[in-house]
């Protein structure tokens, strides 16, 4: 199983950041990965088989509290 760190953008990004890849490169917007705090906040390392498992993993239904509480 491989460990995969989980980021979320800022609110500051956001409105960029959902425009993809190709208008952030276009736009010079793209993320520095050396300082990927200014743009992203650090949420948590996930031990997961495949990227789809960490998005499933990642779904409230899978992590949130209130969730474990009804089942």
Avoid: C
Avoid at 8 to 20: C, E, P
Avoid at 38 to 48: G, Q, R, T
Wanted: aromatic share 16%.
């Amino acid at each position: 199983m491989a460990v995969y760190s989980v980021y979320y953008m800022r609110a500051s990004f956001f409105s960029d950041g959902i425009r993809g890849y190709d208008w952030l490169k276009q736009n010079n917007r793209v993320p520095d990965i050396a300082d990927l705090s200014a743009s992203h906040v650090y949420l948590m390392d996930i031990e997961a088989d495949t990227m789809e498992d960490v998005y499933f993993k990642m779904q409230g239904e899978s992590w949130s509290p209130l969730a474990r509480l009804a089942s």
